[in-house]
């Protein structure tokens, strides 16, 4: 059994008052274990007749999370307590996520077991095939992936409930491994190619490459340097904190609808183009960069000329004020990986010259000068997937919630504001430093 990790509980602080029509109140002060603070008001209504106005909730802290930190202004990521970047070699996808969900790293053991039930549970029913057939070729991938998710809770009714940690990690796994097929399903429909099964002699990253790329006459083989691209850009992208998608999940999820019900609803938070579905932005100006003979000079000048409609997209994430360290890390591996499978593909040596080139003037006061993780991975994914299909669907991890789905808010989208990002106060143990055991993992 994986063991949870123990969350530090918040310290509480001396309080605060707040005065309203010449009457003081006094609201707890709590502490998390990386010195952020908050202010308990869960009893203001019932106190004072009074309610906060949050618009975005970017104010707001919805819950104690023991498992992603974020400090935006000095670029720092950790998962559980581990910085960003000690997962740059590894472990894999598949493990991290078992860290996230479960508190701890699998043993040999425990990672056995989970990756024998991924290949157990990588078949879709037959049934669900035929329900590909009603979407057009060109359906948006981020509709179908929602659509079919929500479908396995009538596949699977008798994970509607989930009454033990046994359940839970029956409902993890087969949710973490159908995703896969479904993604990889949507994309040969979109093609209008046969759909490939599952080869259980594989392991996470190339099974859904094989689904993805093989032909019924000639197996995909997938290279060491592709997985190891594609696990490093899941796990970079596994968790976020309390995002958009994240709090959308937790939401729906307070209503006691079930985890299929709630990650589909996920997906279409995550299909927004100010949130996941950047990656498509990023590709689509990367298009337009080269089909207009463009320089990334040229292609600043146009966004900040306040008479054009041109957008900057991939640079600024609103998160972090100096950089993105994931970012960073799949530069690294970008170039590397795409010059070996793509050589002079123009949507690649578009997102090169900036890099090249001096980093440009923040178009904002808030963004910054650096590309973000969208548009280095959006990059990365060129070679392989067309544009329409370089969204979040490519991305088994998109709807992986580590958190169990429990909230209280209902959230209203507003179009032209940012998209919603609440907070949370950070429980988890101090920052670490690890060392990766030896496991087997291929």
Request: neutral net charge.
């Amino acid at each position: 059994m994986i063991t949870t990790q123990q969350a530090n509980p918040t310290r509480i602080l001396e309080p605060a008052t707040l005065t309203l029509d010449g009457k003081s109140y006094r609201f707890p002060v709590v502490e998390g274990s990386e010195g952020e603070r908050a202010i308990d008001i869960s009893n203001l209504r019932a106190q004072t007749g009074h309610i906060t106005l949050d618009p975005g909730y970017g104010n707001t802290g919805s819950c104690e999370s023991a498992i992603t930190f974020i400090d935006g202004d000095q670029g720092i990521l950790r998962y559980r307590g581990i910085p960003i970047e000690e997962f740059a070699a590894s472990p894999t996808f598949i493990e991290v996520a078992l860290l996230l969900i479960f508190g701890q790293l699998p043993d040999q053991k425990q990672y056995d077991a989970f990756s024998a039930d991924l290949t157990r549970f990588a078949y879709l029913d037959e049934g669900m095939k035929n329900q590909f057939e009603g979407f057009p070729h060109n359906a948006p991938p981020m509709a179908i992936l929602s659509a079919m998710i929500n479908s396995l809770a009538c596949y699977h009714p008798e994970l509607h409930e989930l009454e033990d940690e046994h359940q839970f990690r029956i409902a993890t796994a087969r949710l973490i491994s159908k995703i896969r097929t479904i993604a990889a399903y949507a994309y040969r429909h979109s093609r209008g190619v046969p759909y490939i099964y599952p080869d259980p002699a594989l392991r996470y990253v190339p099974n859904f490459l094989h689904m993805m790329f093989s032909q019924p006459y000639h197996q995909y083989i997938c290279p060491d340097i592709v997985t190891k691209a594609m696990n490093l850009i899941l796990t970079l992208h596994a968790d976020h904190e309390q995002n958009c998608s994240t709090s959308t999940v937790r939401v729906v999820g307070s209503s006691g609808a079930n985890l299929f019900a709630s990650c589909a609803a996920g997906v279409c938070a995550l299909w927004g183009p100010l949130h996941g579905g950047a990656n498509v932005e990023v590709l689509d100006m990367l298009e337009q960069i080269h089909k207009g003979n463009m320089t990334p000079e040229e292609y600043v000048g146009l966004a900040k000329d306040k008479n054009s409609k041109v957008r900057l997209m991939g640079f600024g994430h609103r998160v972090y004020k100096n950089f993105d360290p994931r970012a960073q890390m799949l530069q690294k591996v970008a170039e590397e990986l795409v010059p070996q499978l793509c050589g002079n593909d123009p949507l690649w040596t578009s997102p090169a010259g900036w890099r090249r080139s001096p980093a440009p003037t923040p178009i904002s006061s808030s963004a910054t000068s650096t590309p973000t993780s969208i548009s280095t991975a959006a990059s990365s994914c060129a070679p392989s997937v067309s544009p329409p299909t370089c969204s979040p669907s490519c991305s088994p991890s998109g709807v992986c919630p580590a958190g169990s789905p429990t909230g209280g808010s209902r959230i209203r989208p507003r179009p032209a504001a940012s998209p919603v990002r609440v907070r949370s106060i950070r429980v988890g143990p101090r920052p670490t430093m690890f060392r990766w055991n030896s496991v087997a993992r291929p």
